[in-house]
């Protein structure tokens, strides 16, 4: 995973966005075979979301004639990834991650375009807070969500 | 010959509170975020007001109100104007007594909040989308933080 910098026009702020859906759905994979029960089901209804934002990204991507950046055959994860624990943690950082980037890419929308990124950021949000209920963080909630602490 | 910025300097410090153009006198029109940094206020207040009700609830409320204030505080920096005078904000109070309750009418002051952020996000120039956003998904946060 590489640092967030300030994407330089939509066509970037869109792809990087996409990157860090493709790292999201990815994650799931590693998060999901650590987790049982409603923490398990939680995780794939995760995926399945990332994977719906990633298709609806490629489309618009396609459509504005913008370059779709490839998905990678796989990522480094940031610490093993080895109990509940550290899927948890990870879980937590990968939507952080995304919202960073929705966050980032808000600027460089209009219209409808704009209503979806802002519905992909209060989504990552949200899940975030989940996971850190579920991982028994506390404060769970930030107070603004995707920007850098 | 005055330096732009020195005459803003100047404009302010003579009519800081009715926000008057230098050179035609007439009033500024509100910033359209005016409605969104009073009702972060307000929300920050009705949490203290929880909290100060049920101590219970401390904990959990205390980062919520927090950020509420912070937006309030994010808010007014970027409309770059004290807040306007004249209008006393209604004092943020909660009617509950016990906890359940209180949080109900939490909920019930954060959903219509949520979408006024969202909408304010939608209608923004660039410079100020990404802080709406994050206030728009940080009202959603606080709904699910006090299911």
Known sequence: MTPRTAPTGPGQALADALAAEYAAIWAYGV??????????TAARSAEAAHRSRRDALILQLNDSGAQVPADQAGYALPYPVTDKASALKLAVEIEERAAGHWRAALPHTTGADRNQALAA?????????????????TPITVPFPGRSA | MLRAGALVALGGAAVPLTGCDLFDGKPKPPDPLEPLAAEAADLAGRYRAAIGAASTL???????????????DELRRVIGRPAPSGTPAAPSTVTATEPDGLLAELRKAEQPARENAAKACAAAPAERVALLGSIAAARATHLEALK
């Open chain 1, 31 to 40: 998060i999901g075979v650590r987790l049982t029960g409603a923490a398990r």
């Open chain 1, 121 to 137: 950021l209060t989504d990552c949000a949200v899940r975030a807070t989940r996971w850190r209920r579920t991982a028994g963080v």
């Open chain 2, 58 to 72: 401390a904990d959990r409320l205390t980062p919520i109100a927090d950020a509420h204030q912070a937006h309030a």
